[in-house]
């Protein structure tokens, strides 16, 4: 009995304008004109794009890809783990449903302007000034520029900057996840990184203690030519008095009770590679941790200073 045909992708397009364009079952290129085209993906991973006017794009059940091109367009990628694919035009408006979805850009973008995605990859190259802003929710933050800033906002987030960048990380409530340099979360990160980016925390909340603390990774230890810093100004360090208060660093020894100390123990491993610094800081002064940093260096190992890796 002969084999059925493979499922090889169907390319529709669409020449002329004002036109409603529909996918079959199979992996469909829906491409459309001019005119206000209407494409309509079937249940596989399609790809439609817009091309120029304002465009309504509809994925299916697939892990689809939608490209509305020039003009505002209306992209809904439905069921399945989608990409949005996002020009310099601003106005778009992006709705998802279900799945892991992505929007991807090369400019500055606030997943907040979008409805059901998860994700934000954002290659600006060697543009300044690039913002990421997420939601609410649980986001993968992922930035390639020359300077940005990556504002997470609450949720579990993982925040991914560019190895050559300057970049500021700002975490946000709930456990984050940073890395600014190789992206891999894990070692080996010796001499990965050599931008100069600082990691914001600006109260007790948005790090932990223990197991739901913040993590960061690639973390530049200063240098000849400078390094990382995790900056603490905006956070009040002493929340027993008014006023914004500094913290008093009293490196790795043991809190004495007296509210604002902030202290950075070692943490030494067999294998360098794990090896990391916990920051913590008493902001009551009950002799107790408010909250945690993990931080993993490249290059050094060695204990973080408040002289030049950290912003009291």
Do not use: C
């Given at each position: 009995?002969?084999?059925s045909?493979?499922?090889?992708?169907?390319?529709?397009?669409?020449?002329?304008?004002?036109?409603?364009?529909?996918?079959?079952?199979?992996?469909?290129?829906?491409?459309?004109?001019?005119?206000?085209?209407?494409?309509?993906?079937?249940?596989?991973?399609?790809?439609?794009?817009?091309?120029?006017?304002?465009?309504?794009?509809?994925?299916?059940?697939?892990?689809?890809?939608?490209?509305?091109?020039?003009?505002?367009?209306?992209?809904?990628?439905?069921?399945?783990?989608?990409?949005?694919?996002?020009?310099?035009?601003?106005?778009?408006?992006?709705v998802?449903?279900?799945?892991?979805?992505?929007?991807?850009?090369?400019?500055?973008?606030?997943?907040?302007?979008?409805?059901?995605?998860?994700?934000?990859?954002?290659?600006?190259?060697?543009?300044?000034?690039?913002?990421?802003?997420?939601?609410?929710?649980?986001?993968?933050?992922?930035?390639?520029?020359?300077?940005?800033?990556?504002?997470?906002?609450?949720?579990?987030?993982?925040?991914?900057?560019?190895?050559?960048?300057?970049?500021?990380?700002?975490?946000?409530?709930?456990?984050?996840?940073?890395?600014?340099?190789?992206?891999?979360?894990?070692p080996?990160?010796?001499?990965?990184?050599m931008g100069?980016?600082?990691?914001?925390?600006?109260?007790?909340?948005e790090s932990?203690?223990?197991?739901?603390?913040d993590?960061?990774?690639?973390?530049l230890?200063?240098?000849?030519?400078?390094?990382?810093?995790?900056?603490?100004?905006?956070?009040?360090?002493?929340?027993?008095?008014?006023?914004?208060?500094?913290?008093?660093?009293?490196?790795?020894?043991?809190?004495?009770?007296?509210?604002?100390?902030l202290?950075?123990?070692?943490?030494?491993?067999?294998?360098d590679?794990?090896?990391?610094n916990?920051?913590?800081?008493?902001?009551?002064?009950?002799?107790?941790?408010?909250?945690?940093?993990?931080?993993?260096?490249?290059?050094l190992?060695?204990?973080?200073?408040?002289?030049?890796?950290?912003?009291?």
């Amino acid at each position: 009995m002969p084999s059925s045909p493979p499922d090889f992708p169907d390319e529709v397009e669409d020449t002329g304008f004002d036109q409603v364009i529909t996918g079959t079952d199979g992996r469909d290129t829906l491409i459309g004109a001019a005119g206000r085209d209407h494409l309509i993906a079937g249940n596989s991973d399609d790809t439609l794009v817009g091309m120029q006017g304002e465009d309504f794009l509809e994925g299916g059940n697939g892990n689809d890809r939608l490209i509305g091109g020039t003009g505002i367009d209306r992209l809904e990628g439905g069921a399945g783990d989608d990409t949005y694919f996002v020009g310099h035009d601003t106005g778009d408006t992006i709705v998802d449903t279900a799945g892991f979805d992505t929007v991807r850009a090369t400019t500055s973008q606030d997943l907040r302007s979008y409805t059901g995605v998860e994700a934000l990859d954002i290659d600006a190259g060697s543009r300044r000034g690039t913002t990421a802003v997420g939601t609410d929710g649980d986001n993968l933050l992922d930035v390639s520029s020359w300077s940005s800033v990556i504002d997470a906002g609450a949720g579990n987030d993982t925040l991914l900057g560019s190895d050559y960048g300057h970049d500021i990380f700002i975490g946000g409530l709930g456990r984050d996840v940073m890395d600014s340099g190789n992206k891999n979360l894990g070692p080996p990160w010796w001499g990965q990184d050599m931008g100069i980016d600082r990691f914001d925390f600006r109260a007790p909340e948005e790090s932990a203690v223990g197991a739901e603390r913040d993590v960061i990774y690639n973390f530049l230890q200063s240098t000849s030519f400078g390094g990382d810093q995790v900056n603490l100004g905006a956070m009040d360090a002493n929340t027993q008095i008014n006023g914004n208060q500094a913290f008093s660093f009293i490196s790795d020894a043991e809190f004495s009770g007296t509210a604002g100390e902030l202290r950075v123990e070692y943490v030494d491993f067999a294998d360098d590679r794990l090896d990391y610094n916990l920051i913590s800081g008493d902001v009551n002064g009950d002799g107790v941790a408010d909250f945690e940093i993990e931080v993993h260096t490249q290059l050094l190992n060695r204990l973080l200073t408040a002289d030049n890796d950290i912003i009291l």
